[in-house]
Structure formats: structure tokens, C-alpha cells
């Protein structure tokens, strides 16, 4: 073990303790990152009612596209960050982190104009009915102008964690939700500015979050970032972006899924007692709770990205099996106890959005207790997918990723809508969850021993067999 990994404690210090370290506060920056949208449904609903709720909701997808671009920057850097810091290269992490500066910012000024010019489209594409089209509009037009500080905080809290500071990462997060929560009553009680000052509220704690993350950035542990590695460096992007692959892929799967969700729930809702605006709006405060809740499993997984990328960087396998097997335990018993709590009290997570018709209320809770029926699954997609990409296997990662969303919730919700309606499209959740969880454990089992295997024979100059059989002694 060299002097530069000996001294690091993501390489000696027992992982039980560093998992709590980094993983709890990863799970409050996830959970607050979830929070930002979710006090906004709050508040709307209590302020302006479901069709400001169901307007947010056609804005998701926007969010979702920037929220991809930020994690496969950030995600990405902290990978291609903690495997070089286990090699003991820390030049090579410094220009990682430099370019990710670069890129950020640069991408997110692009989609702001982008945004901004085709919203009208863009929202129609998305679901936009005749009632909560002019709300989305509305929101919709302010809250892309914060979309270069939502990059930073999105890109940089899992840069911040690969440098050894979690900490330093959750408080950005924190400060941005604290002031989102008091300025969104004030906003849209107070001065009646409706979905307006749920945006305004949105994008200055946004600008705050990204303030204090940037005069954090000045100073790392670990490295020192200088101009030089500011200037693009192709062959740094595209290692970055190739380990940020997986985050990108989950997250931009989430807007085909919201398209299709969307105009599904839109087109068979019309059809249904329920019309076309109430499976709108229940189902996407179900998918914002619930995202909140599996943050938790999330914010396991993203934080001990650096204890997987730094061990097997620099060569302790021992630490990364143990590492991968209490985050896999950790998330299952947390998505197990929200399981119970999505299917026995769903009314009183609803009525904190806003009392609405009695046909509201019936489809929500259907929406709960169906949708998420098998959420105890995703913790095993969402731990396997982050450790092959905190190990440098973005293709396995990549394929995982794309599992759930893509392979099967898009499927099924096209099947079962066609099916049996509005309702059908419900059943999908299940599905999606529960096969996307099987085949990441499944494809687990077929790489576990080749993943350590070939890069023990790499490192010793033996062949893949020999070690292979040296392990199974």
C-alpha cells in the first residue's frame, strides 16, 4: 500500500464508519434535492390547487434533462476523481475536476436558451392540457432562468464527496431547500404571486446552493485545481462522461418515461370518471413522494461511490465486497418500511398536497398502493448500477440503468394503457421495479468474480484462470 493511500481513510478506516460518514450525509443531499420539488407541490397545491400541481408536473421532464447532464458531469468526475486518488495520480483527478467545471457550465447556458425559446412546444410535447397549460408556461419561463445554478448543485455535491468532504456537500444542499421552504409560502401566500413564486422561491435558493459550493470548490483536500486543467482535455471528457454514462441514462430515461406517462394518463384519463387533469396530477405527486423515499436508498449508494472507487483503485477488494453488501442490505430495509407506509397510510401523504374531490382522493391512493407496490426493489438496481460505475464498468452500469425505465416501465405502460386504461397504466410501476431489481442482481452474479478476477491478474501478471482458482480455495 503506498504512502498516498495509507494516509487517505476511504483506504483504513473500518467501512461500517466511513459508510456512515459518507452515506448519511449523501442521503440528505439526495432527500433535500427531492425536497425542492416536492415543497413546491405542497405549497401550489394548498395556494393554487391540482392544476398548478399537474403543471409542475409537464415542467419535470425539463428539470429531468438538466438534472441528467449535471449527474453524468458530477457522478462521472467523482468516479474518474476516486480512481485516480486510489492510484495515487492526483494530476489527473485535478483535470477531471477541472473540466468538469468547464463543461457544467458551458451546458447549462445551452439549455437555458434552448428552454426558453421552445417552452411553449416543449410543454405540449410533455402532456400539456387546455387547464394547466398557461400554469406551466408560467412556471416554466422563470424556472429555467436558474437552470446554470441547479447545474452546479447537481454536478458538484458528488465532487465535493470524492474530495472527502460529504459534509460540506449535504450543507450546500441544505441551504438551498431552507431557503426554498421560507421563501415559498411568503411568495405564494403572502404576495399571491401563485406558481410564479414557487419558481422565484426555487431558483434563489438554488443560486445560494451553487454560491456556496463554488467558494468550496477553491479550496480542495485532496487536489489543486489550476487554469490549466480548466482547459478541455478530450481525453478527460470523454472518460468522465463515458463513467458518468449510467447517471445520465436514469436520469434522461426519466423524461421518455414522464412523455409517456403523461400523454397516456391524459389520453385514457379522458376516457375514465376521472378525466384527463386528476391522473395528471395524483400520479405525479405519487412519483415526487416516492422519490423522496428511495432518495434515501440513493443517497446509500451515490455515497459510498468514493469507498468503491478508491478501494478498487487501489487494489483492496476485500473493502468493496463489504462495502457493496451492507448498501445493498442498508436500502432494502429502507425501501421495505416505505413499502408498508406507501400501502397502509397513503391518505395522509395526500392530504398534505390539498384536499381536492373525492375522485381525486380515490385515484391517488390507487396511485400509491399500485404504482409503488414493488419498491422495495429498486434499492438492488440503484446499489449494483452505482458500484460498476464507481468501478470503471460503465457498460454493465449503462445497461442497468437503462433497465428499468426504458426496457420495461415504457413497455408496460403502453401495454396495460391500451389494456385496461387509465388503471392499467399504474400496474407498470410494479413491473418496472421488480424485473429492473432481478436483473441487476442476476447480472451481478455473472461479473462478480470476473470483475475482481481480472484486474488481481492484471495487477499480479497472472492469468484470469489462475486467479480465478487461487479464489475459489
Known amino acids: 500500500m503506498n504512502e498516498q493511500v495509507a494516509a487517505n481513510p476511504l483506504g483504513t478506516e473500518r467501512v461500517g464508519k466511513l459508510m456512515i460518514r459518507y452515506a448519511i450525509p449523501s442521503i440528505i443531499s439526495i432527500v433535500v434535492n427531492s425536497l425542492y420539488n416536492m415543497v413546491d407541490q405542497i405549497f401550489i397545491g394548498q395556494g393554487v390547487g391540482y392544476l398548478g400541481n399537474a403543471a409542475t408536473n409537464i415542467l419535470l421532464p425539463l428539470t429531468s434533462i438538466l438534472l441528467a447532464l449535471g449527474m453524468m458531469i458530477g457522478d462521472g468526475t467523482a468516479s474518474y476523481m476516486s480512481l485516480n486518488l486510489g492510484k495515487g495520480d492526483k494530476q489527473e483527478a485535478a483535470y477531471?475536476?477541472?473540466?468538469?467545471?468547464?463543461?457544467?457550465?458551458?451546458?447549462?447556458?445551452?439549455?437555458?436558451?434552448?428552454?426558453?425559446?421552445?417552452?411553449?412546444?416543449?410543454?405540449?410535447?410533455?402532456?400539456?392540457?387546455?387547464?394547466?397549460?398557461?400554469?406551466?408556461?408560467?412556471?416554466?419561463?422563470?424556472?429555467?432562468?436558474?437552470?446554470?445554478?441547479?447545474?452546479?448543485?447537481?454536478?458538484?455535491?458528488?465532487?465535493?464527496?470524492?474530495?472527502?468532504?460529504?459534509k460540506v456537500s449535504m450543507i450546500g444542499l441544505l441551504i438551498g431547500c431552507i431557503t426554498n421552504i421560507i421563501l415559498d409560502p411568503i411568495f405564494i401566500f403572502v404576495c399571491h404571486w401563485g406558481v410564479k413564486g414557487a419558481a422565484w422561491a426555487t431558483i434563489i435558493g438554488q443560486i445560494l446552493n451553487a454560491v456556496y459550493f463554488l467558494l468550496c470548490m477553491l479550496r480542495f483536500k485532496t487536489i489543486k485545481v489550476t487554469k490549466q486543467h480548466l482547459v478541455p482535455k478530450w481525453t478527460v471528457i470523454n472518460k468522465v462522461l463515458t463513467l458518468g454514462t449510467s447517471s445520465f441514462i436514469s436520469q434522461v430515461a426519466s423524461v421518455f418515461v414522464i412523455a409517456v406517462m403523461n400523454n397516456s394518463l391524459v389520453k385514457y384519463g379522458a376516457k375514465s370518471k376521472y378525466g384527463a387533469d386528476i391522473p395528471l396530477a395524483a400520479l405525479g405527486i405519487t412519483m415526487k413522494v416516492s422519490q423522496l423515499i428511495t432518495g434515501i436508498a440513493l443517497g446509500i449508494a451515490t455515497g459510498l461511490q468514493p469507498i468503491f472507487g478508491f478501494n478498487y483503485g487501489s487494489g483492496q477488494y476485500d473493502r468493496v465486497k463489504k462495502t457493496y453488501k451492507l448498501a445493498l442490505t442498508s436500502c432494502t430495509l429502507v425501501l421495505v418500511a416505505a413499502f408498508f407506509i406507501f400501502q397502509f397510510c397513503p391518505e395522509y401523504i395526500i392530504n398534505l398536497f390539498g384536499q381536492e374531490s373525492d375522485l381525486y382522493m380515490e385515484f391517488a391512493v390507487k396511485c400509491f398502493r399500485v404504482y409503488l407496490l414493488a419498491c422495495f426493489m429498486i434499492g438492488a438496481g440503484a446499489v449494483t448500477g452505482i458500484f460498476f460505475q464507481a468501478i470503471g464498468k460503465p457498460v454493465p452500469a449503462a445497461v442497468l440503468s437503462l433497465s428499468r425505465q426504458i426496457i420495461f416501465l415504457i413497455p408496460a405502460m403502453l401495454l396495460f394503457g391500451y389494456l385496461w386504461g387509465v388503471e392499467g397504466i399504474l400496474w407498470a410501476g410494479p413491473v418496472g421495479d421488480g424485473l429492473s431489481g432481478v436483473i441487476s442482481l442476476i447480472t451481478l452474479g455473472i461479473f462478480w468474480k470476473k470483475i475482481f478476477s481480472k484486474d488481481m491478474a492484471e495487477r499480479s501478471g497472472l492469468s484470469v484462470e489462475t486467479v480465478e482458482a487461487q479464489g475459489e480455495h
Open 96 to 166: 477531471g475536476v477541472g473540466n468538469a467545471v468547464t463543461l457544467a457550465v458551458g451546458t447549462s447556458v445551452i439549455l437555458l436558451v434552448v428552454f426558453e425559446v421552445f417552452l411553449e412546444p416543449f410543454c405540449q410535447l410533455f402532456g400539456a392540457t387546455e387547464g394547466n397549460l398557461p400554469y406551466a408556461l408560467e412556471y416554466g419561463s422563470i424556472i429555467i432562468l436558474g437552470f446554470p445554478f441547479a447545474m452546479i448543485d447537481g454536478a458538484f455535491g458528488s465532487i465535493l464527496r470524492a474530495d472527502g468532504r460529504p
